[in-house]
């Protein structure tokens, strides 16, 4: 059973910078989709970036596009938060699939198969 871990949340300023870590014990998620969503106290959860398997496509939700960025790196997938705003406040889930998906699918939460249990973000003065 793949399990999904975030990490890297925390408080931080407004106009700073987090870096955020999803990762599934024994298994490299090189060889999954991933999709990262948030969700702030009263609203709906919301794909924030994504990136597919095979094609390495990404996608950034408009609210975030700019200041978060996707990447891979050594069996994990991390993302790259920065211009903070107070709006990001929530707690950040990664999300995680087996196969390929299209760049705009992949910001919906409805395809994936393992989430993990969400790291906080909180922006704050």
């Known amino acids: 059973q793949l399990q999904v871990v975030e990490s890297g949340g925390g408080l931080v300023q407004p106009g700073g910078s987090l870096r955020l870590s999803c990762a599934a014990a024994?298994?490299?998620?090189?060889?999954?989709?991933v999709g990262w969503f948030r969700q702030a106290p009263g609203k709906e959860r919301e794909g924030v970036s994504c990136?597919?398997?095979?094609?390495?496509n990404t996608n950034y939700a408009d609210s975030v596009k700019g200041r978060f960025t996707i990447s891979r790196d050594n069996a994990k997938v991390y993302l790259q938060i920065n211009s903070l705003k107070p709006e990001d406040t929530a707690v950040y889930y990664c999300?995680?699939?087996?196969?390929?998906?299209?760049?705009?699918?992949?910001?919906?939460?409805?395809?994936?198969?393992?989430w993990g249990q969400g790291t906080q973000v909180t922006v704050s003065s």
């Open positions: 999300a995680v699939l087996r196969v390929q998906i299209g760049k705009l699918r992949c910001l919906s939460a409805a395809p994936y198969d393992y």
């Open positions: 990136i597919s398997l095979n094609t390495g």
């Open positions: 024994g298994f490299n998620l090189d060889y999954y989709s």
